[in-house]
């Protein structure tokens, strides 16, 4: 997915488009999430690289630190194509043609004009979906994934634990069912056949007649 969405082009348009699938990947943010943002909803002074407020389900706020991908990446489009939100705490980062806030159908105009879900599966959510994943693979603990992720209950993070397990499950099988070449060992010390023993002789000492007294 990241050498994907590192492929569109550097217009207007693509760039856009990767922001907007890059907060999925790097943010583990909803669709609904993304369209939503604000540049106030920025703060680039903290954490390393910043924050970002996504306003999720039932408007429950999260804060999520900014990776250096994503940090780069909001600060060249606000440079290249948002110059004038400058200043704007309420001005949309994703906008549409017409300077209005993007709305849901066109992302996926988008998408579908670089064939990104016919060509290779990809949709908003499944990114989500890998970032989520990854946190698993890495052992973050379940319920700071929970709040990363803006679940409502553990339940429901849950389900990406069971989906790494299927995974590995999965890759498991695939190793256990690969076809084994014989095991051969290399002719050649240390290998090479060894020598049968030489039987053991012992050298016959004088001969003891085991009856007592005189012979």
Known sequence: A?????????????????LLLGLGLHAAARIDEILKLNWGDI???ESDHGLITLDGKGGK??????????????????RDWAPDAKGFANAPIFLG???HRLAHKAVYSAMARFDLKSRYGLHPHLLRHVALSELVRGNV???????????????????????????????????????????VLPAGPPYAAAKPATPHHRTPGPHRDPRPGPH
């Open 2 to 18: 990241e050498s994907i969405i590192a492929g569109l082009p550097a217009n207007w348009y693509g760039a856009r488009l990767r």
């Open 43 to 45: 703060r680039w002074d």
């Open 61 to 78: 706020e999260r804060n999520i630190a900014l990776t250096g991908w994503l940090g780069d990446e909001l600060a060249r489009y606000k």
């Open 97 to 99: 043609r017409k300077k």
């Open 141 to 183: 603990p379940l319920h700071d994934i929970k709040a990363y992720a803006g679940h409502k209950s553990i339940t429901t993070t849950e389900i990406y634990l069971h989906s790494v397990a299927a995974d590995t499950r999965k890759a498991a099988q695939v190793l256990t069912a690969r076809p084994r070449a014989p095991h």
